[in-house]
């Protein structure tokens, strides 16, 4: 992408204070949901180019079904290793260890214990955004895509998705369940995404209902 959006920031939280970190190993933050749809859409058209992704396919963000089914790995606990919320420092970089440790910025991954598919840090370090419209109720279904057409139009009028919880988050914001929406043009310190590989949609995404259709953060 050719771009640092990370860059210049600084981080003071309760008297904490830490630039962020920079390095391969580490999640790209203050990324918008704009930006990681466009991260997304350049690396599919470089993918093709290159012969090595079909036309079927395509890198994208995960839908909010997909990013919880990934998250949870066939559980159905608080969390991916169960409802133990003194375990959780094991998984993850939360409020609990990050903040209160004196390190208020996203964490180098894969430091944390996987869950039981072999995915780290599902739980906390950094918001994950999603591909959905947030909603305040869930349409149902196998996989859906909440979708409104104004909004793939216009992203800016709507909030979007987004999952897992971050470094200065308490432990019910990390669970598995735990969902909010907020502004696509959102740029902070524990904003940053996962990159799915998924079939490319043909149907149309089932829409969400008119409560749903507001910007206000949640």
């Given at each position: 992408m ?19 970190k920079e ?20 690396l599919?058209?470089?993918e ?23 998250c ?7 969390f991916?290793f169960?409802?133990?919320e ?21 964490h ?8 039981p598919w ?9 918001w ?10 869930l ?7 909440v ?13 979007w998705?987004y ?16 969902r909010?929406?907020?502004h ?5 310190s524990?904003m ?6 998924c079939a490319v949609?043909h ?6 209902s ?9």
């Open positions: 050719e771009s640092e959006p990370w860059k210049g920031h600084e981080t003071t939280i309760a008297g904490h204070f830490a630039p962020p390095g391969v190993d580490f999640p790209a933050t203050y990324v918008t949901w704009s930006d990681a749809m466009e991260f997304c859409a350049k599919t058209d470089r093709r180019k290159a012969g090595r992704l079909g036309d079927g396919w395509e890198y994208t963000l995960p839908t909010e079904a997909q990013w919880e089914r990934a949870r790995a066939r559980t159905e606990t608080k991916s169960g409802d133990d003194s375990k959780l420092g094991e998984y993850a970089w939360f409020a609990g260890n990050a903040l209160k440790g004196g390190e208020p910025y996203a180098r991954v894969g430091q944390k214990k996987s869950n072999g995915l780290h840090d599902m739980h906390g370090n950094a994950e955004w999603c591909r959905d419209v947030w909603t305040v109720r349409p149902g279904g196998r996989d859906p895509l979708s409104i057409k104004e909004a793939i139009e216009n992203p800016t009028a709507y909030n998705v999952r897992g919880g971050g470094w200065d988050r308490n432990a019910e914001e990390c669970g598995s369940a735990y909010n929406g907020n696509p043009s959102r740029r902070v524990l940053g995404f996962r990159v799915a590989l949609r149907a149309n995404p089932p829409e969400a008119a409560e749903a259709r507001s910007a206000t953060d949640k």
